[in-house]
């Protein structure tokens, strides 16, 4: 069923994704195979992965608290002279392993990103990174499950209901030392260059394609948040390619650059639904 649902998708930044699907994931809800060496070949070829726990740190809870809404992140600062330019969260057996994707239209030498993500069991978790000379470094953890099956858990909302506010956004902004007021990145804290960190909050369903609805019992169609484009100040900063894997109204936090006055979000779906937000920031 899952498979001919996203046999039905087939833009172009799907392709990656939905091939991982369709040919992993039935091995991986076998639980007898290591998925990684298969992933990894897909995405890079023959490419050198570095061991990359000098660059990138990887923060992942030990065991989730809840399954379906699990907070995942990492902080990447590049080595000296070089900067970060496309950074990947795999989660190894989630039915759709490339969980999220962000590429960054302007490196940075230093990147941070969180994003709920639904955790169907048990499974490696791999943060690659990629620099802007094109090497390729890696980080490996683990994050233990209730092992329910979260990507095919009931949806948390009324299917029908969630519609009437899909795409709504918000944007706030956290300085590093987790402040929330927009006052205290005026000044100083602008002029150093330092970075902020940027929280998108995403009203959209999330649907996984393996979900039914709890009354028809009927599979309710695969709907997720597909591509978010990120503009600071008029010119395009990152986009976030994203999967079955985001939460129900997903959660993203990344680092932007505390000079930012203007923010621009669009957000586009796999059933082409487009929306938009700005947030300005105050002025110094």
């Not at 023959?46 to 992140?73: C, F, H, K, Q, W």
């Not at 390729?136 to 233990?144: E, H, S, Y």
């Not at 009354?215 to 709907?223: E, G, K, T, Y």
Request: net charge neutral; glycine share 8%.
């Amino acid at each position: 069923m899952l498979a001919r649902l996203l046999a039905r998708r087939t833009g172009p930044r799907l392709t990656l994704a939905l091939g991982l699907t369709i040919s992993l994931v039935y091995p991986a809800v076998a639980g007898a195979e290591e998925q990684w060496p298969g992933i990894r070949e897909h995405l890079y070829g023959a490419r050198l992965i570095e061991a990359g726990e000098r660059m990138i740190t990887l923060d992942v809870p030990y065991r989730s608290g809840n399954d379906a809404r699990t907070v995942i992140g990492a902080t990447l600062i590049a080595p000296a002279g070089r900067s970060i330019r496309t950074v990947t969260l795999v989660l190894d057996d989630n039915p759709m392993p490339v969980s999220a994707v962000f590429r960054l239209a302007r490196p940075m030498t230093r990147f941070a990103f969180e994003a709920t993500l639904r955790i169907n069991g048990p499974t490696p978790v791999h943060i690659v990174g990629e620099l802007d000379n094109g090497v390729l470094q890696a980080v490996q953890g683990f994050v233990k499950t209730s092992g329910m099956g979260a990507c095919s858990a009931p949806p948390g909302s009324d299917p029908k209901a969630a519609l009437q506010t899909l795409g709504n956004m918000e944007i706030s902004i956290n300085d590093q030392r987790g402040a929330s007021d927009d006052v205290l990145l005026s000044g100083f804290a602008r002029l150093r260059n330092q970075q902020v960190s940027m929280n998108l909050k995403i009203s959209h369903p999330s649907h996984s394609g393996m979900q039914r609805d709890q009354i028809s019992l009927l599979f309710i169609p695969l709907r997720y948040v597909e591509t978010l484009e990120i503009d600071l100040d008029g010119h395009r900063f990152a986009e976030v390619t994203g999967s079955i894997s985001l939460s129900e109204n997903p959660e993203i936090n990344l680092s932007i650059p505390a000079s930012t006055q203007v923010i621009d979000v669009t957000m586009t779906d796999t059933d082409r639904t487009v929306a938009r937000k700005s947030h300005r920031l105050t002025s110094y």
